[in-house]
């Protein structure tokens, strides 16, 4: 049915708990979530991302494509084992495999927007090999401005559509800057936020992330992944 991108303005800013979370809300829409993470570094078999959105979501429609052994970015990873880097058309293709009627495929980058996964071609290239929009997962506290307006400017340039963005982390008790960034984030990147992952949500049970994970976005937020909105 679609392919929407997952990725983040850097390493850490909640990409894999806001995609688990952006999962169990297309689940509950009535859509079947299947989760692709093409490259993962740094991992054994049986563990990453995709198996940890797995545990935390009860959602076992997921796939990691590729694997490298330091935890590095992955074409960084592949060159240094000297391991064969993935080809951009050969994972798109994989990709568009998994996608079929009532399902929304979401692929989970690795870093940032123009983090290297092949030889030469990042997550950006692939969300335009694909032609799927993008989510921006973003820090929330001070400097968080700065680092989701470079990433949503760094993909309109490339003609990529930014459904929105999703704020990572935020705490309980904000502190000043993330008051702030939660206003004008919308303003500075000229995108809407479609919410906000409470901070610790990725330890929580299962079954508390499943039926708080609604709460975290803006009430149309099935709507605008899927675009059926427009």
Do not use: H
């Not at 490298?68 to 074409?75: I, T, Y």
């Not at 820090?139 to 401005?145: A, H, K, V």
């Not at 949500?201 to 059926?228: H, I, K, L, N």
Request: with cysteine; aromatic share 6%; hydrophobic share 40%.
């Amino acid at each position: 049915m679609s392919i929407v991108i997952m990725t983040g303005t850097g390493t850490d800013v909640g990409k894999t708990v806001a995609t688990g979370a952006v999962a169990c809300v297309l689940q509950k829409g009535g859509y079947e979530p299947f989760i692709v993470k093409p490259a993962q570094t740094g991992e054994p078999e049986g563990e990453g991302d995709a198996p940890r959105i797995t545990a935390l979501t009860g959602i076992d429609n997921a796939e990691t494509l590729y694997r490298f052994p330091e935890p590095l970015a992955p074409a960084t990873s592949a060159r240094r084992a000297n391991m064969p880097y993935p080809e951009l058309t050969t994972v798109a293709e994989e990709i568009k495999s998994f996608d079929k009627p009532g399902r929304v495929v979401l692929v989970e980058g690795a870093g940032g927007l123009l983090v290297r996964i092949g030889q030469d071609w990042t997550i950006a290239d692939l969300a335009r090999e694909l032609g799927a929009p993008i989510i921006v997962v973003c820090s929330t506290g001070l400097g968080s401005l700065n680092e989701a307006e470079l990433t949503v400017e760094a993909a309109t340039r490339r003609g990529l559509t930014v459904l929105g963005l999703i704020g990572g982390s935020i705490p309980d008790s904000p502190d000043l800057a993330t008051r702030c960034n939660k206003e004008d984030l919308p303003v500075v990147t000229g995108t809407d936020v479609l919410g906000y992952i409470p901070e610790g949500a990725g330890g929580w049970s299962q079954q508390r992330f499943v039926q708080e994970a609604p709460g975290f976005f803006v009430p149309d937020v099935v709507g605008r992944v899927t675009r059926e909105s427009d």
